[in-house]
């Protein structure tokens, strides 16, 4: 249990007190800024955050049965793994867009990632009901999938942020 545990909530980030998911979505963003400023390889950011999607989906899908098992609910709040995945999506557009504006880009991402995961909208309410850590991780992965067409419509409208 310790290492489901310690992948599906991030290294503890899941168990943190207060808004456990949005501290799960913050280690993403911080990551992509964190890569955008030291590392001058170009490919890294979207390396790094296509490694995220893929990492987080397979610690949600091969461990969060586990936790479930372990707290007996269905969805811990605990599990983060699939925040980090589904908040990787929209950066992972980020990086391949290159905004001028990376701060502007990160906390949109952010903020329309985190109101599709909280909000759930068709068809993220069910995908939740998939059986397993899919049901846990398909909601977040739409939600990201989401988040990442109303930036692109955002950078439509709104190209100074997106040039």
Known sequence: MKKAELLTTCFGLGKLPVAPGTWGSLAPVALYLLVKYYCPYPPSGPILMAFLVIAGAWACIQYAPAVVAATGKKDPGMVVAD????????LLLITLL???NIWIAAALAFVLFRLFDIF???PCKKLEKLPNGLGILADDL???VYASIVFLICCRLLPQYCA
């Open 83 to 90: 925040e980090v995945s589904g908040q990787a999506i929209p």
């Open 98 to 100: 290159e905004p001028d």
């Open 120 to 122: 759930k909208p068709w």
């Open 142 to 144: 739409m939600a990201g």
